[in-house]
């Protein structure tokens, strides 16, 4: 999975506290997406950024999770106040354009793999 | 009824068998259908990206669509154990671009 780089790779973190996951697309790339993927689960989709733009957060939780990709440097997917659920591989991908209808593959990092202590 | 759905396995061969994997999708409006592979501890990497229906070879991938049965399948020839892993199918929603992800069927090739 060369080119999407995330970071770090694991993170450990107590309940009450907050998670940051980075994620630096491949180059040339300008779309950004986050899925979760819970224990003994599939891979769900979170957020779909653009930079500096959200363009569908449908599967985002509606408290706590919050996810940016800024003009400069890597998208943020961030958790605040983690609880023991949110343990999981979180990963993203990217693609160079948007998909009109699925036509852009997305690539994707080795993830960030989440444990709530 | 889920939107993808997969076989979990474990799907178990010996070395150089080909192995057959398949998912079926509820909405018809699907175009566009990908094989993602993933090994353990790491990210899904794509393996076949097919549009409509009919088959696409690469080595030895095959993708078939079958969109009048909204059945999608994934040919493994000449198997190795390499090839031992978790593969996923995917598609692509027709507005935006965020996969639906079937849940995953592991695989094991034995020596």
């Known amino acids: 999975n060369a080119g999407v780089m995330q970071n770090p790779r694991h993170l450990v973190r107590r309940r009450g506290q907050e998670a940051r996951l980075r994620c630096s697309p491949m180059?040339?790339?300008?779309?950004v997406y986050w899925y979760r993927q819970l224990p003994e689960e599939g891979l769900k989709f979170m957020v779909y950024?653009?930079?500096?733009?959200?363009?569908?957060e449908s599967g985002m939780p509606k408290e706590r999770f919050s996810a940016e990709f800024p003009k400069e440097g890597p998208s943020i997917l961030r958790i605040q106040q983690v609880v023991r659920g949110d343990s999981a591989a979180y990963f993203c991908a990217s693609s160079p354009r948007a998909g009109d209808g699925g036509n852009q593959p997305q690539h994707f990092g080795d993830g960030t793999r989440l444990s709530i202590l | 009824q889920k939107e993808v759905e997969q076989d979990p396995g474990p799907l178990s061969v010996p070395e150089g068998a080909i192995v057959s994997l398949n998912c079926t999708y509820s909405n018809s409006a699907f175009q566009y259908f990908m094989w993602y592979r993933q090994y353990s501890r790491k990210g899904p990497e794509l393996l076949m990206y097919?549009?409509?229906?009919g088959n696409k070879e690469d080595g030895r991938f095959t993708a078939q669509v079958d969109k009048s049965s909204k059945y999608i399948s994934l040919f493994i020839r000449d198997s190795q154990p390499s090839d031992s892993a978790t593969y996923l199918c995917a598609i692509p929603k027709a507005a935006g671009n965020k996969l639906t992800f079937g849940g995953g069927t592991r695989v094991l090739v034995k020596p």
């Open positions: 180059k040339g790339h300008s779309h």
């Open positions: 097919t549009y409509s229906s």
């Open positions: 950024l653009q930079k500096e733009n959200i363009i569908d």
